[in-house]
């Protein structure tokens, strides 16, 4: 079957569907794909645990080619998730399954197969793919034709930044002003096609992390005095990005994009136990950009919830920052703005 469902997303030919006794087209089967984004201005911290709500807003740019695509039987005889393929089990089956409740808390078992083309849990952003392309995978699986904000709302409860993956371009993810959490999620600020950026990634270690980025978020808030600084002075770097986005002023973003990150990573340092995600290739990669923009060559830095460095430049200089980071890692993937969650 391929319909198109009122709020406009394609269901593609390879969606299986049914007719239920009331006779109306449910479709069972459908697979969805994302792209995940880096923070330029981040999401450390929540406002609310149990809804997934942050502390602090934060503004995002989707990546291309990375991607997770996602097949979602709705209707099988147990619940089985594979990711990349290994059977999911444990928390993360306890985590996907209560996300699968959402969509609807009397759901049949279901299947899911995921696959990332890039490293998973390695501080890559896996989770924002991931649970962004599950929510339309899902969602249209169960017969619910979800518009993007509704799917935003969804994703978010999964994992917070796949709340911003829904769109492509440049996407920022407001807190909550409700009680139940439902005026926080992405909001669209310029599409894939604004803006031709490069975003290379200083591969320091693909393994995945130690402390997940939902526990080290959790430790630094309840422990780092520096918390309340960090809260304090998000709402600002965020209206600073997005002008510099609509400006498209480089310089003016990858400014604050530096300063937010830093001041994540300071939040990070100073919780008790410190969390630190930095290996020494990452400093020397942090001190290698800051060289080459010493140089006249447009380049700045951020991180994560782990090693790993991606470099904000442009299309015409990702050569030359690409050999200049290949002298500390030995792994750089050159990135492009992506384009929206889809169904395929
Ligand atoms: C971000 N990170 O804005 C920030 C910057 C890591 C550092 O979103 O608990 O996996 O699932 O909502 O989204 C990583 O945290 O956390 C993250 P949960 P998530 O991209």
Redesign the pocket.
């Known amino acids: 079957m391929v319909g198109m469902f009122p709020m406009g997303f394609t269901v593609g030919a390879g969606s299986k569907s049914t007719q239920n006794r009331r006779g109306y087209t449910r479709v069972m089967k459908a697979t969805a794909l994302a792209h995940p ?3 330029l ?4 911290g ?1 406002h609310d645990r149990v809804l ?1 709500t ?1 502390a602090v807003p ?1 503004l ?1 740019v989707t990546l291309a080619p990375f991607k997770t695509e996602t097949s979602v039987t709705w209707g099988t005889p147990i619940d089985h998730f594979v990711i990349n393929g290994v059977t999911v089990a444990g928390d993360a089956s306890a985590r996907v399954a209560q996300f699968l409740d959402l969509i609807d808390p009397k759901r049949p078992p279901v299947a899911i197969e995921s696959h990332n083309n890039f490293p998973t849990a390695a ?1 890559l ?1 896996s ?2 793919s991931a ?1 962004a392309a599950l929510a339309l995978a899902a969602s249209t699986a169960a017969g619910q034709a979800l518009n993007p904000t509704a799917l935003s709302i969804l994703a ?1 409860q ?5 709340s ?1 993956s829904v769109w492509g371009g440049f996407v920022s993810w407001t807190t909550a002003d409700r009680e139940d959490g439902t005026d926080s999620h992405g909001h669209p600020i310029a599409p894939k096609d604004h803006w031709d950026l490069a975003v290379l990634v200083a591969l320091v270690s693909d393994q995945k992390k130690a402390v ?3 526990d080290g ?1 959790n430790l630094t808030q309840e422990t780092s005095p520096l918390f309340g600084g960090w809260e304090a002075s998000g709402p600002a770097d965020v209206a600073e990005a997005k002008a510099a986005i609509l400006a498209k002023d480089l310089s003016r973003l990858g400014t604050v994009m530096e300063h937010s990150t830093m001041k ?1 990573v300071a939040t990070m340092f100073s919780a008790q136990p410190a969390v630190i995600y930095m290996q020494p290739a990452t400093v020397a990669v942090l001190h290698a950009v800051r060289a080459l923009r010493a140089k006249g060559i447009p380049a700045w830095a951020t ?3 782990g090693p790993n460095v991606k470099v904000l430049t442009t299309p015409q200089a990702a050569h030359q920052v690409e050999a200049t980071l290949l002298q500390h890692v030995k792994t750089v993937h050159t990135l492009s703005v992506g384009g929206p969650a889809r169904l395929i």
């Open positions: 984004n880096i923070a201005i981040k999401y450390w929540k997934n942050p934060s995002s501080g952003a989770s924002s649970f978010r999964g994992s917070g930044s796949a911003r997940s980025s939902r978020m994540m991180m994560d919830a």
